[in-house]
């Protein structure tokens, strides 16, 4: 009966003000960018879907997926339309290879302390490079 | 225990939701990646990409079927992962259901205008 008046412990998540006073391990940061890279695709899908409709649908909406690129849409210079892509990207890039990390985590049990440091640098840093290298395709770098 | 395992005693574990969604979210990941790649090895090979290329690869048959599973998946995928940023950030009872009401209308219209941009191909 008295341990009803035992208040509930709470287990306090990292919140996003939290980020900036912890100083986050590597895998720390692999696993918050996870969720907000997660969450930057699911604010933007209706975005990705009208790119999908656009570069589909017919050849006179394809020139206006190409031309979003080059001269924007209704509001949306080109150059806005460009940085959220590139953002895009690397939130697809990100949300990718730290899910095959977790993936690849469950299937072998490599979850050593080095082990996660060390592939958790590797998606960092490959998913960092690969965004790099598709945004400057982006900004006609290239 | 058990036959007093009821009322405002009732212990509330078991059902195994846990579980449900951790192997959901890796399947449906798994399923998205593998898409993700097909996909990919199309984009890479063949002649230099336009509208025709493109579109031709989507409206292959099997490719309509992929896609459809895999907007599936997503919508799906993105419920879990959605639901867990919900849970563990907004607590009053009325708000979370609220914005769990709303990502659910929000993948439900989403996956719908996938499919019929996909099936009108």
Known sequence: ?????????????IHVTDIVAYRLPPA???SILHRISGALLF????????LLDVSLTSEISYERFTNAFI???GFMPAFLIKLVVFALIWAYLHHFIAGVRHLWMDATHSVSQSQGHLSAL?????????????????FGLY | ???TNYGSKRL????HYGLRDWLSQRVTAALMALYTLLLVVQLL???????????????QQWMRFASFVVVVALAWHAWVGMRDIWMDYIKPVGLRLALQVLTIVWLVGCAGWAVQVLWRL
């Open chain 1, 122 to 138: 590797i998606t960092l840093g490959s998913s960092l490079l690969l965004t790099l290298v598709l945004g400057a395709k982006l």
């Open chain 1, 71 to 73: 001269a924007g849409v």
């Open chain 1, 1 to 13: 009966m008295a341990d009803e008046q035992r208040p509930r412990p709470v287990f306090r998540n």
């Open chain 1, 43 to 50: 604010v933007l899908l209706p975005f990705l879907v009208w």
């Open chain 2, 12 to 15: 509330v574990v078991g059902a």
């Open chain 1, 28 to 30: 720390g940061w692999v």
């Open chain 2, 45 to 59: 090979f063949g002649p230099k990409l336009g509208y025709v290329r493109w579109a031709s690869i989507f409206s």
């Open chain 2, 1 to 3: 225990m058990s036959d």
